[in-house]
């Protein structure tokens, strides 16, 4: 029988679980040093001091701490899955994902290589506004606590996400983000990705 209190601790499972995903690794004190001498096997792909030069590898240069730790918590647990991440997510400790989120969040990203076509530059911000993107991914798209920064992000990736996003094949720690995109047509999509992939640093 499903009583009241029953149905109301499976509630705060809930949200506890929900807690622990968005502030996956908090407790620990993060060590940028550490990070860097960690991030040696990382940087290989995804770029000196995560700045990368392969459009379907992202930057993690100047990533939020906190989405870089909750994706590679996501890549280690299973919820969200990749080929080549899962498994090197899969040795790292908390500590680990700690000191390595705070090094790259601590490096300058480069000048984006992504030249947005001209009509973009209105139609992108155009659509940004229609479906809120700024309101969660910050005014300039540069990432706020969990939420990544997308500005100057490798084209080929936010394609791929977006559109793996729409086809619930990504994982998505709250929804939010499957449902944002799932009112986007494809056109859109690409429109959007070809002006945030331009969008500059500062
Ligand atoms: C062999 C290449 C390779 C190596 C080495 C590698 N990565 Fe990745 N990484 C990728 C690819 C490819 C993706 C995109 C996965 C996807 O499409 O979901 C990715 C995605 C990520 C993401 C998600 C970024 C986002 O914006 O959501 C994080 C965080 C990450 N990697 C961190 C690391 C860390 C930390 C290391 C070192 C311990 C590392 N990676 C080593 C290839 C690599
Ligand atoms: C209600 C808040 C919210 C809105 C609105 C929103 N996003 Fe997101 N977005 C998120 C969150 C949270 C994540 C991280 C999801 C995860 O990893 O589980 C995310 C992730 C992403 C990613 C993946 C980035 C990466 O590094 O892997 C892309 C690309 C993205 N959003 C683009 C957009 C675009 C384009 C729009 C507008 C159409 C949009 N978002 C609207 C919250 C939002």
């Given at each position: ?15 506890a679980a929900a807690a622990f995903l ?132 490798q084209h080929d990736y936010l394609l ?10 990504r994982a998505d720690m709250d929804g ?27």
């Amino acid at each position: 029988m499903i009583t009241l209190h029953s149905v109301k601790s499976v509630a705060v499972a809930q949200l506890a679980a929900a807690a622990f995903l968005i502030f996956p690794l908090a407790s620990n004190a993060a060590d940028i040093e550490a990070g860097r001498a960690r991030a040696q096997t990382c940087i290989a792909c995804h770029g000196p001091g995560g700045n990368s030069i392969d459009p379907v590898i992202p930057s993690l240069a100047g990533q939020p701490e906190q989405a870089i730790t909750t994706a590679l918590y996501q890549f280690r647990e299973g919820n969200r899955k990749n080929p080549v991440m899962s498994p090197l997510a899969a040795d790292l400790s908390n500590a680990d994902m700690n000191d390595l989120a705070a090094y790259f969040e601590s490096e300058k990203r480069t000048a984006p290589t992504h030249q947005t076509q001209a009509e973009n530059l209105v139609l992108g911000p155009t659509l940004a506004k229609q479906y809120n993107c700024t309101q969660c991914h910050g005014p300039a798209f540069m990432g706020i606590q969990h939420i990544p920064r997308l500005a100057g992000q490798q084209h080929d990736y936010l394609l791929a996400q977006l559109r793996s996003f729409r086809a619930a094949t990504r994982a998505d720690m709250d929804g939010t983000m499957t449902s944002a995109v799932s009112r986007l047509t494809d056109p859109e999509i690409v429109v959007l990705v070809d002006y945030i992939s331009g969008l500059g640093t500062k």
